[in-house]
């Protein structure tokens, strides 16, 4: 099976992934959507693409929108959200494809919104940092389904945020490895434009409400805490060896959290970038 994700095997984390993860800023999501399309969510059809255990759509549905599409690569992360997503208002129309991006088999001028949280950084099979094609075709199948008018919400990371992140620094190999993935906010708005979309507004959070756990020293030497940010699934075994025997030197010489507060700088880089465009009506 192929998987959106070439870095996670989330057929595999989609058993542990929701005691860590928290639907980030969702509500930030809903107040761009529905100021930016002049509607009410329940008025709405949404599509949360890169669904993952349905986080956001769980929010989402609170609101009772019209439809709710959620698509993604992993089958184990779907069943997850089908679980989830038990109470749906009868009101809405709730429904889940298995797809690969760029591809995303829905009818043209289908949704007023759509989201995705924490999904761009899986996209390119061989980053070089600086062009991203599969992104570009992703965005242009967005543009293509999007009603005109319509709003993508995007929640992503900078290459700014990865240094500001504190664990980052401790295997460094692996955090150029990442740099490729990560799209400046330049970039960003250069791929969506060059889709069609236009950037309406754009901001950093400071909190690392996705990862509650993100500033514990000694997270980086449990397996649970690892498996829930994808940084980690892309070290080699030796570095993940080394890393432990450089975290459990610094616990026992008593310079760990010396270690976390001069690399962590989430609160001046941000730990997330939210972005809003929208298809303009021609």
């Known amino acids: 099976v192929r998987k959106m994700s070439k870095i996670t095997d989330y057929n595999d984390i989609s058993r542990s992934y929701d005691s860590v993860r928290e639907p980030a800023d969702a509500c930030i999501l809903k107040s761009l959507m529905e100021s930016l399309t002049g509607k009410c969510v329940k008025d ?71 989201m995705m949280n924490l999904v761009l950084h899986h996209l390119e099979q061989d980053p070089d940092g600086k062009s991203f094609p599969k992104i570009v075709q992703t965005f242009k199948e967005v543009l293509r389904i999007l009603k005109p008018g319509g709003v993508l919400t995007i929640i992503s990371v900078t290459p700014e945020q990865l240094e500001a992140n504190w664990f980052a620094h401790l295997v460094p190999k692996n955090k150029e490895r990442w740099h490729k993935r990560f799209l400046s906010h330049d970039q960003l708005k250069n791929c969506l434009s060059e889709a069609g979309l236009t950037l309406k507004s754009a901001y950093n959070t400071l909190t690392a409400s996705y990862h509650p756990d993100h500033s514990n020293p000694e997270g980086p030497l449990s397996e649970a805490w690892r498996r829930s940010i994808s940084f980690w699934g892309t070290c080699t075994e030796d570095e993940i060896i080394d ?29 997330l970038h939210i972005s809003a465009s929208k298809k303009e009506v021609q």
Do not use: W
Not at 243 to 271: F, P, S, W
């Open 243 to 271: 890393m432990v025997q450089n975290v459990t030197r610094m616990k026992n010489e008593g310079t760990l959290q010396e270690y976390v507060d001069t690399h962590e700088k989430l609160g001046i880089y941000g730990a």
């Open 44 to 114: 709405m059809d949404i599509i949360d693409i890169g669904c993952g255990t349905g986080n956001f759509s769980e929010y989402f549905l609170r609101f009772e929108p019209r439809s709710l599409a959620l698509m993604d690569a992993s089958e184990g992360m779907l069943s997850k959200a089908k679980e989830k997503l038990q109470s749906v208002p009868p009101s809405t129309n709730l429904s889940f494809k298995h797809a690969v991006l760029p591809n995303m088999p829905y009818e043209d001028n289908s949704f007023d919104a759509a």
